[in-house]
């Protein structure tokens, strides 16, 4: 019996067996509301009261899962004074989820807007939070690990968000390899 238990926790304490972690950068579409400042993640000439930012994130589980969960987390401002906001990620304001699994060949992302509710006090429109929710999974996938293959997006959106389907990206393609001296940096 000592000897089974030996063997096991020989076998559990193996590196190769263990889930690998890793710090990385995980960008969240924030509000600013109760700020004074406003962003331009959208462009120069779309300024909203919304940026994306970087936290860093420990994130222990399968590519790209953990990191695509890890966007849709809750987030509060350090030091936010009292009155604050409690939450300031806009994806858990309007109750959006996101969803990804491993694939062979191609990565599926859920971008579940369906039960969204964006109230006039958000600042932010449904097109928006959908361009700010890819900019994003796009800055988090590829800063955050990436293996080469796509990312395919399957959107749900609410009965009245239907006619930006057709504006919204299917798929993130892969970052391009380089090769040469400069792949070695």
């Known amino acids: 019996m000592k000897c089974l238990l030996a063997v ?12 690998e972690r890793d710090i990385v950068p995980i960008f969240q579409p924030l509000s600013l509301l109760g700020t004074e400042l406003e962003a331009y993640p959208l462009g120069q000439d ?3 009261c919304a940026d994306v930012m970087a936290t860093p994130a420990i994130v222990s ?8 969960q890890a966007i849709a987390l809750p987030h509060r401002f350090y030091h936010a004074p009292e009155g604050f906001p409690d939450e300031s990620n806009l994806l858990v304001l309007a109750g959006a989820r996101l969803e990804a699994a491993w694939g062979e060949e191609r990565h599926p992302v859920t971008i579940d807007f369906s039960q969204v509710s964006l109230e006039d006090r958000l600042g932010v429109t449904l097109d928006q939070l959908c361009r700010l929710t890819v900019l994003c999974l796009s800055k988090s996938l590829r800063q955050g690990y990436s293996d080469g293959k ?32 400069s792949a070695d940096r």
């Open 8 to 19: 096991l926790l020989l076998v559990a304490s193996m590196p190769w067996l263990q889930a």
């Open 46 to 48: 779309e300024g909203i």
């Open 61 to 68: 589980s399968a590519y790209p899962e953990a990191i695509v």
């Open 150 to 181: 796509p990312i395919d997006l399957q959107w749900k959106l609410p009965p009245n968000g239907e006619e930006l389907l057709a504006t919204l990206p299917a798929v993130l393609a892969p970052e391009p390899v380089e090769e040469g001296p």
